[in-house]
Nanobody
């Protein structure tokens, strides 16, 4: 049974940092590229960042380039999203997802506000 458990969200001031984690189980983690998505209130879910199965390749949506870093630890079946220089427009529920697997986790709320 596929499980994705996101954690690490919270309330942070503009300019602050957070590190999100996603613990995965139920599939061969090291064989799948992984992505982080986010969904802000009233908006569609948006792809934020993707990392290849080995971690050798990453891609980011333009709005987070230079501020967010996606990484993974295949020994821990975990993918991370380091978020720096956070802005109010980064406020959203953040989800991780494995390529070609339809399951979503419960997400973790990130709120950027002074």
């Amino acid at each position: 049974q596929v499980q994705l458990v996101e954690s690490g969200g919270g309330l942070v001031q503009p300019g602050g940092s957070l590190r999100l984690s996603c613990a995965a189980s139920g599939f061969i983690f090291s064989s799948k590229s992984m992505s982080w998505y986010r969904q802000a209130p009233g908006k569609e879910r948006e792809l934020v960042a993707t990392i290849s199965s080995t971690g050798g390749s990453t891609n980011y949506v333009e709005s987070v380039k230079g501020r967010f870093v996606i990484s993974r630890d295949n020994t821990k079946n975990t993918v991370y999203l380091q978020m720096n220089s956070l802005k109010p427009e980064d406020t959203a529920v953040y989800y991780c997802k494995a390529a070609l697997i339809g399951n979503w986790g419960q997400g973790t709320q990130v709120t950027v506000s002074s």
